[in-house]
């Protein structure tokens, strides 16, 4: 079972669905033993770092999230991506999960339109497993203004917007996450999501 952490802050119907689709047992919850019983564990997000940590502190999930995803697939989306990492300078420094090293800061990208919405090729950087069967050619579906900034050892793929924006970024064990909208990218962002059911034992 998969479960979708409802903490007042994702875009959390989509991703039920395209689980749905896909045959993926899951579940939308803000219920801590139901985080602690699942077997993988999906953190969307939208709108500004800043409040939605205050959320997911509030819910008193945020000590929860740290401790199950040493040890099993814990999945970032969008905002949620950017929360593993520790810490954001949207609108103020703020601090996120830690899950993996680097920052969240604005995308630097003169003469490029911020917020970066649209379809953008994935490139491929590391080896990984939600990569399984994702081609070369393969594009997924952005809207964000920020970005993380991290080591390459971090990153799966990325685009380019005009520099490298990390797109699928892991910590090498549990912890994954995607700046892109897996739920919004056709058959390459459900491929994704099913190798990420993929990794429950």
């Known amino acids: ?16 669905n395209a689980l ?4 993926l047992d899951s579940i939308l919850t803000s219920d801590i033993n139901q ?6 564990l999906i953190l969307p997000g939208v709108g500004a770092f800043p409040g939605a940590m205050k959320m997911l502190d509030d819910s008193g999930m ?15 989306i969008c905002l949620g991506m950017q929360m593993l990492f520790d810490k954001s300078y949207e609108f103020e420094k703020t601090e996120g999960l830690g899950l993996i090293s680097g ?12 917020p970066h919405m649209g379809w953008n090729k994935l490139e491929k950087l590391n080896d990984c497993p939600l990569l399984q069967g994702i081609g070369d050619d393969e594009y997924v579906y952005f809207v964000h203004s920020y970005q ?3 080591d390459d050892s971090n990153i799966a793929a990325y685009s380019e917007y005009p ?4 797109a699928l970024v892991t910590d090498g064990s549990f912890v994954y996450g995607a700046q892109f ?16 059911g993929g990794l429950i034992k």
């Open 1 to 16: 079972m998969i479960s979708i952490i409802d903490y007042g802050a994702g875009n959390i119907f989509s991703v039920k």
């Open 20 to 23: 749905d689709y896909l045959g």
């Open 35 to 40: 985080i602690k019983e699942a077997d993988a």
């Open 62 to 76: 945020t000590d929860v999230i740290k401790e199950e995803a040493s040890k099993k697939p814990l999945l970032g």
């Open 103 to 114: 920052k969240v800061d604005r995308i630097e990208a003169p003469g490029y339109i911020i």
């Open 148 to 150: 993380a900034y991290c």
């Open 163 to 166: 520099d490298k924006v990390p």
């Open 181 to 196: 909208h897996p739920e919004k990218s056709g058959k390459t962002g459900l491929q994704i999501l099913k190798n990420f």
